[in-house]
Nanobody
Framework: QVQLVESGGGLVQAGGSLRLSCAAS????????MGWYRQAPGKQRELVAT???????NYADSVKGRFTISRDNAKNTVNLQMNSLEPEDTAVYYC?????????????WGQGTQVTVSS
């Protein structure tokens, strides 16, 4: 089992920056993949950025060049630095982790943190 706790959301004006953090606890040794997803009102949850345990990253086209995902394996945290925020980035942001245990993959979600970008 893995528990995820997000922090760092809030209200910011367009063009501003926010940094989200996610702390993992529990069976963190077998986490191979962590990432951030977001869900805006009336929309499906979508991928924002992911990072593997060896540092390979992947970004949604809409955030490339503006967002940076990073991971501290020693502290079991994943961060999302969000710059040049746009009103379209307004959503609840969820931390995700994928764990491999006994040959099976298990996904875990945090409770979400609200990001609101005003125009």
């Amino acid at each position: 089992q893995v528990q995820l706790v997000e922090s760092g959301g809030g209200l910011v004006q367009a063009g501003g920056s926010l940094r989200l953090s996610c702390a993992a606890s529990g069976s963190t040794f077998s986490i191979i993949y962590m990432g951030w997803y977001r869900q805006a009102p009336g929309k499906q949850r979508e991928l924002v950025a992911t990072i593997t345990n060896v540092g390979n990253t992947n970004y949604a086209d809409s955030v490339k060049g503006r967002f940076t995902i990073s991971r501290d394996n020693a502290k079991n945290t994943v961060n999302l630095q969000m710059n040049s925020l746009e009103p379209e980035d307004t959503a609840v942001y969820y931390c995700n982790a994928v764990q491999i245990d006994d040959g099976h993959a298990y996904g875990y979600w945090g409770q979400g943190t609200q990001v609101t970008v005003s125009s």
